[in-house]
């Protein structure tokens, strides 16, 4: 006999009981949830066989949970086919929907979904023109109902391939959405949450860029691969039957162990685009020194000088500041009396790049193994405009010792972690690199 396992109320309507009926050639479907008990479901089907035998094999039991791992009686049965259906929204239950529950709540409560609205786009994205071919061109195919992929991004951690995800988002104006595959594994019936997934995308009417953060890391164990077949599956197909549109972003630090496990990842294309990120070079990373220091420029005079301003009549912070300092030049102008305005155009914060640059290539460059390049990635090199800019906002030392300084204490991942460095470049052949 069948059992179908229905979360969602509509199919215990009637007119669905009706068409399942039908579809299925049976002459009864009973209902075994909210008004009714399990025992009093099979009480009613042993009376309708007893009744008319004829019954037999033509009655079904429909409930919102398997009660066939609930139940032995059912567990044991042999002709026990359970039949799973599908939400009527996808992931939502004609319920959820009506009491307005967002989908969005669900699927982070179903599937540990993150979904993240991106305030960053490309323009935060130093040597983002690097990646407009790659970009236009999934525009292009989106365009044209042509199926998307998607990325793989591998390289150097700090490098910005999950930072790249975000800025795609945000630059095409989509959710992103963070994917924990093994989410799926706690589920009866994985696959079929997958679909699930995916009717929600279908049906939301919004578009999405997928993001699987350090896939090496999840792909482990047959189950998952199952799972990520059946989403790529999923995503190939997509820009036929759905108005949304959505394609994956998943990056990976480690890439012998991703080829390990799947030497297919490279070649099949499954993604339509292989990207390697590494260092930058030295003009993108004269962009991305140029970015951070906006960025601190626009933190200090949003927040931090109107904040200096109201402090500057406290004795014992005034006496502590050095007088060449940020902090100490913003109190003695609050206490003369110059406004917001005036102080904002005299205080900026800057730093000679060149010198900084030229400063960490002379003491790292021999010992690192990437040598065409420049010697931080991205984020090492926010970390050293930060550290700049604290020691300008605190100390009045000399510009060329605080960046001496900043320099010599982050030292380059690829000085530090030369060997792993090198083992993962030397795997990126069939990568672009970036
Ligand atoms: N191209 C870039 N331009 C500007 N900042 C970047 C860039 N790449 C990385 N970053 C900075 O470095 C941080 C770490 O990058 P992330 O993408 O998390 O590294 P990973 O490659 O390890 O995923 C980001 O949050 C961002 O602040
Ligand atoms: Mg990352």
């Given at each position: 006999m069948y059992l179908f396992i229905a979360e969602d109320s509509y199919y215990y309507t009637p007119?669905?009981?009706?068409?399942?009926?039908?579809?299925?050639?049976?002459?009864?479907?009973?209902?075994?949830?909210?008004?009714?008990?399990?025992?009093?479901?099979?009480?009613?089907?042993?009376?309708?066989?007893?009744?008319?035998?004829?019954?037999?094999?033509?009655?079904?039991?429909?409930?919102?949970?398997?009660?066939?791992?609930?139940?032995?009686?059912?567990?044991?049965?042999?002709?026990?086919?359970?039949?799973?259906?599908?939400?009527?929204?996808?992931?939502?239950?004609?319920?959820?929907?009506?009491?307005?529950?967002?989908?969005?709540?669900?699927?982070s409560e179903k599937f540990g979904v993150k979904f993240v609205k991106p305030k960053l786009t490309l323009k935060d994205y130093g040597g983002a023109e690097r990646l407009a071919h790659e970009v236009n061109e999934i525009l292009i195919?989106?365009?044209?109902g042509l199926p998307v992929q998607g990325f793989l991004v591998a390289g150097i951690p700090g490098a910005g391939k999950s930072f790249f995800a975000e800025c795609l988002s945000g630059e095409l104006n989509?959710?992103?959405?963070?994917?924990?595959?093994?989410?799926?594994?706690?589920?009866?019936?994985?696959?079929?949450?997958?679909?699930?997934?995916?009717?929600?995308?279908?049906?939301?009417?919004?578009?999405?860029?997928?993001?699987?953060?350090?896939i090496e890391k999840m792909l482990k164990g047959e189950e998952i691969k199952n799972i990520f077949g059946r989403l790529l599956t999923q995503i190939s197909g997509f820009g036929e039957r759905s108005k949304s549109k959505v394609f994956f972003v998943a990056t990976a630090n480690n890439l012998s162990e991703l080829m390990?496990?799947?030497?297919?990842?490279?070649?099949?294309?499954?993604?339509?685009?292989l990207l390697y990120l590494t260092f930058p070079d030295e003009s993108n990373a004269r962009k991305i020194f140029g970015l951070y220091i906006d960025k601190m420029?626009?933190?200090?005079?949003?927040y931090i000088i109107p904040k200096m301003i109201k402090d500057a009549n406290n004795k014992n912070l005034i006496s502590s500041a050095d007088p060449n300092s940020i902090r100490g030049?913003?109190?003695?102008?609050?206490?003369?009396?110059?406004?917001?305005?005036?102080?904002?155009?005299?205080?900026?914060?800057?730093?000679?790049?060149?010198?900084?640059?030229?400063?960490?290539?002379?003491?790292?460059?021999?010992g690192c193994v990437v040598k065409n390049r420049y010697v931080y990635t991205p984020v090492?090199?926010?970390?050293?405009?930060?550290?700049?800019?604290?020691?300008?906002?605190?100390?009045?030392?000399?510009?060329?010792?605080?960046?001496k300084e900043a320099v010599s204490?982050?030292?380059?991942?690829?000085?530090?972690?030369?060997?792993?460095?090198?083992?993962?470049?030397?795997?990126?052949?069939?990568?672009?690199?970036?």
């Open positions: 007119r669905i009981i009706n068409q399942l009926k039908k579809k299925y050639g049976l002459k009864k479907i009973i209902p075994v949830n909210a008004g009714r008990t399990l025992e009093e479901g099979i009480q009613e089907y042993l009376n309708l066989l007893a009744k008319d035998p004829s019954y037999f094999g033509k009655i079904a039991l429909i409930s919102p949970v398997d009660i066939s791992s609930t139940h032995s009686a059912y567990s044991k049965s042999a002709f026990l086919e359970k039949v799973y259906l599908r939400n009527f929204y996808g992931v939502s239950t004609v319920f959820q929907k009506s009491k307005n529950i967002s989908a969005e709540n669900i699927l195919k989106e365009r044209y989509r959710f992103m959405i963070e994917l924990n595959l093994a989410k799926f594994l706690e589920y009866d019936q994985p696959l079929l949450m997958v679909d699930n997934f995916f009717d929600f995308i279908a049906n939301s009417g919004d578009n999405y860029v997928i993001r699987i953060d350090e390990k496990e799947h030497p297919e990842f490279a070649r099949s294309g499954r993604f339509d685009y420029n626009k933190k200090l005079h949003s030049q913003v109190y003695l102008l609050a206490k003369k009396g110059v406004p917001y305005e005036e102080i904002s155009k005299r205080i900026n914060f800057s730093f000679n790049v060149d010198e900084t640059i030229h400063y960490s290539l002379m003491i790292y460059r021999d090492e090199i926010s970390y050293i405009v930060n550290k700049v800019f604290i020691d300008k906002i605190l100390s009045g030392k000399k510009e060329s010792d605080i960046i204490k982050i030292q380059p991942i690829q000085f530090t972690l030369k060997g792993a460095i090198d083992n993962l470049e030397g795997k990126a052949k069939d990568f672009r690199r970036i």
